[in-house]
């Protein structure tokens, strides 16, 4: 991120020769405070997008997000915000927290117009006016508990209240936008102390789409750390911590298909192994991917494990690992035309493909079809 700063603060540098004002704002600038690592760098400036746009050669413009505009810089990129409000004060009393309104200028000063600093040196989340900021955006109610997950800190009293108050104005928020934030509280290094905010205020009730019961707040604080894990993982603990997922549960969290057909298949695997070590035949059927992950979130669990030496031993000893290696096709069972094809075929080859893992036939094209046809199949 060294490379970063120096880009970002030449940006700023351009903006402020032509006349406007730019500082970095938000979570860089807190951050940079804490010494914590600086995810990205965005700025806030007087200029708009399109003035933005003239003064540097690759700017893309967010079409969802139109006061926002990004600046490329070799390989990082710089989300510019112009100003909303009447000044740059106006625009940091507007955001959600005050440890996310402080600004850096280019000569590395940081400018504090919402006491963030004081804020921060007290580990304190603080909103400048919590009903206007909370009601007018009740995404930051969840976003106040994502940053006690992701910092410790305490919840202002005064702010406290307006959660405890508007809570069930967050029922209205888009679910793409709660995930979002509801995956980084999961993973945050203080997530049970961010889930006892959510029980106390019971802001958990009205999230949307979500159904969360006390019982699933209460498993999922019994889960290690995520903060080193994957989405996927994330999200298939946090699934499996809920007393009813089905395929239309995952559906409603909008995620996108790739995503909930993996958490899915995952979710399927840890049940059965719950019962069972793994056995050739699974493994096969899940794939060594899916059995690290399932084993992964065994330990997230507090579950024994299988070690990933012994799954790979395995898998490596499968007589194959894909149905395209089966000696078989279903052109070979139509045997020369002598018979009709249909969906007899499909079970077939099921069948074939479990004979061959299960080792009870050899991957051989002749012996497979003896033992699918009996000795009046041969050819
Ligand atoms: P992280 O390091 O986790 O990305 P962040 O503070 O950068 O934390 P972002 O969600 O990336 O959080 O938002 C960047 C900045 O934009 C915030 O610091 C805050 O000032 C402002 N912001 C983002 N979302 C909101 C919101 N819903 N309401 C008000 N301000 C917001
Ligand atoms: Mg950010």
Redesign the pocket.
């Known amino acids: 991120m060294v490379s970063g700063w120096e880009k970002a603060k030449k940006i700023l540098h351009t903006l402020q020769l032509h006349g406007y004002e730019a500082y970095i704002?938000?979570?860089?600038v807190?951050?940079l405070i804490l010494k914590r690592e600086?995810?990205?760098v965005?700025i806030v400036s007087t200029a708009t997008p399109r003035e933005v746009a003239s003064l540097f050669p690759k700017t893309y413009q967010l079409n969802n997000i139109h006061e926002t505009i990004l600046v490329r810089e070799g390989k990082e990129q710089f989300e510019i915000?112009t100003i909303r409000g009447h000044s740059i004060e106006a625009d940091?009393k507007?955001?959600?927290?005050t440890i996310?309104?402080l600004l850096l200028d280019q000569n590395e000063k940081v400018i504090d117009h919402v006491s963030g600093v004081n804020d921060l040196a007290t580990k304190k989340l603080r909103s400048t006016l919590p009903y206007e900021?909370m009601t007018e955006?009740p995404?930051?109610m969840l976003?106040v508990c994502?940053?006690v997950s992701?910092l410790g800190f305490s919840v202002d009293p005064k702010l406290y209240e307006t959660i405890v108050e508007e809570r069930e104005r967050i029922y209205t928020v888009a679910i793409e936008?709660i995930m979002?934030?509801w995956v980084?509280l999961l993973k945050g290094e203080y997530r049970n102390q961010a889930l006892c905010i959510l029980q106390q205020t019971e802001l958990y009730r009205s999230l949307p789409q979500m159904n969360l019961t006390e019982h699933s707040l209460e498993q999922l604080s019994h889960l290690s750390s995520l903060s080193n894990e994957s989405n996927l993982i994330t999200l298939t603990a946090f699934c499996f911590c809920l007393e009813h997922v089905d395929e239309g549960y995952l559906k409603r969290l909008a995620l996108s298909n790739e995503l909930s057909k993996n958490i899915r298949v995952r979710l399927t695997y840890i049940k059965k192994r719950n019962d069972q070590v793994w056995t050739p035949l699974d493994l096969y059927y899940s794939s060594l991917e899916v059995a690290y992950d399932v084993e992964r979130l065994r330990s997230l669990l507090g579950l024994e494990t299988q070690s990933s030496l012994q799954l790979k031993a395995m898998w490596d000893s499968l007589p194959i690992h894909h149905r395209s290696e089966l000696a078989v096709t279903g052109r070979d069972l139509l045997q020369d035309d002598q018979k009709e094809p249909g969906p007899w075929m499909k079970e077939a080859l099921d069948t074939a493909e479990r004979l061959v893992v299960l080792g009870t036939c050899q991957n051989d094209k002749k012996e497979l079809i003896q033992v699918l046809f009996g000795e009046e199949g041969q050819t």
Do not use: H, P
């Not at 507007?94 to 927290?97: G, K, N, S, V, Y």
């Open positions: 704002v938000g979570g860089a807190r951050d600086i995810s990205d965005d915000t940091v507007r955001r959600d927290l996310n309104g900021r955006d995404l930051r976003r994502r940053f992701d936008r979002k934030e980084k």
